[in-house]
């Protein structure tokens, strides 16, 4: 019955004795991220360019030179076709249009819609006015700002600040590998890529948080047992658990992006990834860090302040 | 001992019902005439197709023009206390004049805090007065005016006859329209654009227009175009405004589209005495600032109501009539944003939405029983109570369910068993330690449980920011989120528990299958 039986033996992997390689992995992949955002920038959506957004379905297959040179005469600036699915009937539209008003571009969808004639099926039209896009990529940032301050705050109040500060690093190690990933491969950065990006944070957390509580736990049991030695048992007492959320939750998500339309695919690819690097940072980032202090003496020494008379027996 | 007592297993198995009860107005094949409280969950306008509009309300137009009040104000007051000044200018959000002799100066100064409350009067360096809101005064003044167009955006969509539309606040001076089923809002727009103020002024008729334009123009008077591509010379003062209308019909008049209004006490009465002093004069008609016609008055019109005639088609008419029903808009709104979908799309995005979830839920359900076997089943229970009481809380709740909702509900399937996951592997070190059946599934419960508590509470915090700055489908998607996670850490603790807690009693297993 148990065919992943595998998945729950007990590993004795050891995970910081590899730690100057995934420390060079981790830089050099922030390195890269900023690089691609600073010289590629984003496939912005319409939700943070503004401009039109239009889908069409038609019975027949749309003749997409035909439309392309049809949408060219209108003076609305550069417009982009896609196909939706892999029917040929379904098309995208896409018109930028940064220089129009919100009046230009309802002429303009009006205009569109003259061309495609009264038998295509208008599936969704969204229009952007430029205005509403840069305070939506202000808000995104601040957003994901807020949230790895607040899940930061959240891990020092319950445990201790080198926890804390270690949540912080594999958040924005999370956060920045995946959008340069989204720069790099140019893919639709939309609103709801950045609430991919929220939850891809939630659960890297999620993860680190698990971590940290085997960790402190540890931490009390084996009061002699040295750090690294610790740390990487920690690791390894819940690979197990690691792994198998891990796959439940990937599960799930690749469902979605293959089976979830076309609408949730950025957000579905988003998460797949975010499954992927939030794992590899719980434990890569987030706990190779706490090496760099004295856990014990912290948590000691909490412990002393609490109970100033000391423990007797 | 593990067992748990009996009240607490009736306390679970009474929520699950509950939630199971809640859930089932979304598979009824008839979902009207339900009671208010027993409703399915509430569809995003991305499922169901409509339109989506945000406006902004322009409130610094409506700023700029009290400030062309604020200044007339002024030059009446220096006028009348005889005070020489200089530069008196409107700006976007003061007004300032210069006043160079001090004693003129502070008597000034005291006269124009009388103008209006919640005026900040102050004295710059050079004897410049600025007069300008105070920032309370100024955000009241906001906030009616945004309030104010609300109330009028409704009226005028209410008319409409659009079923269950939502027109809501968003930020400081934004409006947000949700009209389900609505696949064309071109229309919706053109009302909505109008701000629809209208007035009767009586022409000027001494001065005509070409005069006007070469700078003879008296200060009571300003000329103002014309619907039919002309000018007017008009009274600055109205005889009466739209303000005191109480009704507006569309109507014929000699085969004719018109639109009849009817106007309060007040305004009949001024209507009335305008019309009597000024028979064969003009009366302008303003709309939005333009004349729309001038008819000469044949007679006095004493019983407050009337026509307003001009070029009208029968929709023009119609048109008209509806936004002066409805009142005027205080200041002009702008669509920032707009977004349509068909509800062809909407239901696709539904079956694929569905599709997606069940081969999500049968992929984790095979995955955790080739994990644990038994156990996984027993998971499985407590996955499946995870999505009724999910979406009983959302139909409970009213909440909308958007498609992003639908993928945090896919999402939350997997993270759900995050947490039994934990309790198992937990057992699993326990047995491992050597404690007993009982003691190693009480323990991996118990142990597991400040974990458990820890990491979801973080990521709620990752959706409660989602929530707060996210709008339309991604607060949709917060708000599942939110809710399965609290619901999956009830599930997979408590129900898993009570059925384990069962199966041990009734079995007394000894060894656990994890």
């Known amino acids: 019955m148990k065919l992943f039986s595998w998945i729950t033996k007990d590993t004795n992997i050891d995970f910081l004795g590899t730690r100057k390689l995934t420390y060079f992995i981790s830089g050099l992949s922030i390195v890269l991220a900023i690089f691609f955002m600073a010289t590629k920038s984003f496939n912005y959506g319409i939700d943070f360019s503004g401009g039109i957004l239009m889908e069409i379905k038609d019975e027949q297959v749309i003749n997409l030179d035909k439309l392309r040179k049809e949408l060219d005469n209108l003076d609305i600036g550069e417009v982009s076709l896609q196909t939706i699915g892999e029917t040929g009937t379904e098309v995208m539209i896409r018109a930028q249009a940064q220089m129009l008003d919100e009046k230009e571009q309802m002429k303009a969808v009006n205009e569109i819609k003259k061309i495609l004639g009264n038998d295509v099926?208008?599936?969704?039209?969204?229009?952007v006015g430029p205005q509403v896009g840069d305070e939506l990529k202000k808000d995104g940032v601040l957003a994901s700002v807020i949230a790895v301050l607040g899940i930061s705050l959240y891990i020092w109040f319950r445990f201790e600040w080198q926890f804390a500060?270690?949540?912080?690093?594999?958040?924005?190690?999370?956060?920045?590998?995946?959008?340069g990933l989204l720069s790099l491969f140019q893919i639709d950065f939309s609103l709801t890529t950045v609430a991919a990006i929220l939850t891809l944070a939630g659960y890297s957390v999620n993860d680190t948080v698990v971590t940290y509580d085997r960790i402190r736990e540890n931490l009390r049991k084996y009061k002699t047992m040295p750090q690294i030695q610790l740390l990487n048992k920690s690791v390894n007492d819940i690979f197990s658990r690691t792994l198998l959320t891990g796959l439940t939750t990937l599960l799930a998500s690749i469902a979605l992006l293959i089976w979830g339309g076309d609408a949730l695919l950025s957000f579905s690819f988003t998460l797949v990834w975010g499954i992927l690097i939030g794992t590899y940072s719980s434990i890569y980032v987030s706990t190779v860090v706490l090496n760099w202090f004295d856990l014990r003496k912290t948590i000691e020494n909490k412990e002393k302040d609490v109970n100033p008379f000391g423990n007797v027996g | 001992m593990y067992k748990l007592s009996k009240s607490r297993i009736f306390i679970i198995i009474a929520i699950c019902l509950l939630g199971i009860f809640f859930t089932i107005p979304n598979f009824l094949p008839n979902k009207d005439n339900l009671p208010k409280w027993w409703q399915p969950v509430n569809l995003g306008l991305d499922l169901q197709g409509g339109s989506n509009l945000l406006l902004q309300v322009q409130v610094d137009d409506v700023?700029?023009?009290?400030?062309?009040?604020?200044?007339?104000?002024?030059?009446?007051?220096l006028r009348?206390?005889?005070?020489?000044?200089?530069?008196?200018?409107?700006?976007?959000?003061?007004?300032?004049?210069?006043?160079?002799?001090?004693n003129s100066r502070n008597k000034a100064i005291a006269a124009f805090r009388k103008i209006e409350d919640g005026l900040n009067v102050e004295e710059l360096a050079d004897g410049t007065v600025r007069i300008a809101y105070t920032d309370v005064a100024l955000n009241q003044l906001k906030l009616k005016i945004v309030d104010q167009s609300i109330e009028i955006v409704r009226r005028r969509i209410d008319e409409l006859g659009t079923k269950e539309p939502v027109i809501q606040r968003q930020g400081v001076d934004r409006i947000v329209v949700q009209l389900p089923g609505l696949q064309n809002p071109e229309y919706v727009k053109t009302l909505l654009g109008k701000t629809a103020k209208l007035s009767f002024h009586m022409v000027d008729s001494n001065t005509t227009s070409a005069d006007a334009r070469r700078g003879k123009l008296s200060n009571a008077s300003r000329i103002v175009p014309g619907s039919d591509g002309g000018s007017y010379v008009i009274s600055r003062k109205p005889v009466v405004s739209g303000?005191?209308?109480?009704?507006?019909?569309?109507?014929?008049?000699?085969?004719?589209?018109?639109?009849?209004?009817k106007f309060d006490s007040i305004g009949g009465k001024k209507f009335g005495e305008a019309t009597k002093n000024n028979v064969g004069?003009?009366?302008?008609?303003?709309?939005?600032?333009?004349?729309?016609?001038?008819?000469?008055?044949?007679?006095?019109?004493?019983?407050?109501?009337?026509?307003i005639t001009g070029s009208f088609t029968v929709k023009s008419a119609n048109d008209l009539a509806l936004l002066l029903r409805s009142g005027a808009l205080p200041a002009p709104l702008e669509v920032l944003e707009e977004r349509t979908v068909g509800a062809g799309l909407g239901a696709d995005s539904i079956q694929a939405g569905t599709i997606a979830c069940v081969i999500g839920l049968v992929a984790v359900i095979v995955f955790m029983i080739a994990a644990?076997?038994?156990?996984?089943?027993?998971?499985?229970?407590?996955?499946?109570?995870?999505?009724?009481?999910?979406?009983?809380?959302?139909?409970?709740?009213?909440a909308t369910l958007t498609l992003p909702g639908i993928a945090g509900v896919i999402l939350t399937v997997g993270m759900a068993v995050d947490a039994n996951v934990l309790i198992f592997e937990r057992m699993r070190e326990e047995v491992k330690l050597g404690r007993s059946t009982r003691d190693a599934a009480e323990a991996g419960f118990r142990e597991a449980w400040g974990t458990i508590l820890d990491s979801n509470l973080t990521t709620l915090v990752a959706a409660f920011v989602l929530f707060y700055f996210g709008t339309g489908p991604v607060r949709g998607f917060a708000v599942t989120l939110t809710i399965g996670i609290l619901t999956s850490m009830f599930t997979s603790v408590t129900v898993t528990r009570v059925i384990i807690a069962t199966w041990i009693e009734r079995y007394k297993p000894t060894r656990l299958p994890i």
């Open chain 2, 243 to 261: 303000e005191n209308l109480i009704d507006a019909q569309p109507a014929f008049q000699e085969g004719e589209a018109v639109v009849s209004f």
């Open chain 1, 121 to 127: 099926e208008i599936r969704r039209v969204e229009l």
């Open chain 2, 372 to 398: 644990y076997g038994l156990f996984g089943l027993f998971t499985t229970v407590a996955v499946f109570m995870n999505l009724f009481l999910m979406l009983g809380v959302l139909s409970l709740m009213g």
């Open chain 2, 281 to 307: 004069e003009r009366l302008a008609i303003v709309l939005d600032n333009e004349v729309i016609s001038a008819p000469t008055i044949q007679g006095a019109i004493l019983g407050g109501s009337g026509v």
């Open chain 2, 80 to 102: 009348e206390n005889k005070i020489r000044y200089q530069n008196l200018r409107a700006g976007e959000n003061d007004v300032t004049v210069k006043i160079e002799n001090l």
């Open chain 1, 165 to 179: 500060l270690g949540a912080m690093l594999g958040l924005v190690h999370d956060i920045l590998v995946t959008v």
């Open chain 2, 63 to 77: 700023i700029k023009e009290r400030m062309g009040t604020i200044e007339d104000s002024v030059r009446q007051v």
